[in-house]
T-cell receptor, first 119, second 111 residues
Framework: NAGVTQTPKFRILKIGQSMTLQCTQD?????MYWYRQDPGMGLKLIYY???????DKGEVPNGYNVSRSTTEDFPLRLELAAPSQTSVYFC??????????????????FGPGTRLTVL | GENVEQHPSTLSVQEGDSAVIKCTYS??????FPWYKQELGKRPQLIID?????GEKKDQRIAVTLNKTAKHFSLHITETQPEDSAVYFC??????????FGPGTRLSVLP
């Protein structure tokens, strides 16, 4: 298994440009997430998905959009890039199952990250 | 929403000593508590996790303790080694919600 893969690894954008960050997982995980990590800071959730066709906003969704048409893919779209979006973007996936007082959670796997600079 | 605090923000220990990092959370319905290690320039990786029906879990030199009543959990690293130097993040999850991460602790193990 390749796990969680992300492309590209690095990208420089000019202000106002748009781009899509790709994320694919081959573990048949139902949950997928997009985080951003600013230098020296923690992880902030942008969007997440609990399954194909279902997405929801996280803590910092403004300026981003997502879609989840398949279990495997969860692309993140940046429209009208701004310097404030300079960050490292991590995609992650996990498998969670409801049931009883203690739902089953498995490890959240992270992709290698995309380092984005907006100038 | 959930609020996760993590202390200390930086921690320096001598090689061989123990390190303890504590996280507190606000949502009493949270029931999954993982710890991640992130080395410089790399992705976060799970090192240990605990569920709300367990009070303590150990894996070799690493252990996590959970106090549900007080709403805090701690990471314990014994016999620290230079390769333990990294940033450690705690996280909290409640089913149907999403992971909320702490701000991180930078651990330095001095030889």
């Amino acid at each position: 298994n390749a796990g969680v893969t992300q492309t590209p690894k690095f990208r420089i954008l000019k202000i106002g440009q748009s781009m899509t960050l790709q994320c694919t997982q081959d573990m048949n995980h139902n949950y997928m997430y997009w985080y951003r990590q600013d230098p020296g800071m923690g992880l902030k959730l942008i969007y997440y998905s609990v399954g194909a066709g279902i997405t929801d906003k996280g803590e910092v969704p403004n300026g981003y959009n997502v879609s989840r048409s398949t279990t495997e893919d969860f692309p993140l779209r940046l429209e009208l890039a701004a310097p404030s979006q300079t960050s490292v973007y991590f995609c992650a996936s996990s498998y969670s199952v409801a049931g009883g007082p203690y739902p089953s959670y498995n490890e959240q796997f992270f992709g290698p990250g995309t380092r984005l600079t907006v100038l | 929403g959930e609020n996760v605090e993590q202390h200390p923000s930086t921690l320096s220990v001598q090689e061989g000593d123990s390190a303890v990092i504590k996280c507190t959370y606000s949502d009493s319905a949270s029931n999954y508590f993982p710890w991640y290690k992130q080395e410089l320039g790399k992705r976060p990786q799970l090192i240990i996790d605990i569920r709300s029906n367990v009070g303590e879990k150990k894996d070799q030199r690493i252990a996590v303790t959970l106090n549900k009543t007080a709403k805090h959990f701690s990471l314990h690293i014994t016999e620290t080694q230079p390769e333990d130097s990294a940033v450690y993040f705690c996280a909290v999850m409640r089913y149907g919600q999403n992971f909320v991460f702490g701000p991180g602790t930078r651990l330095s193990v001095l030889p």
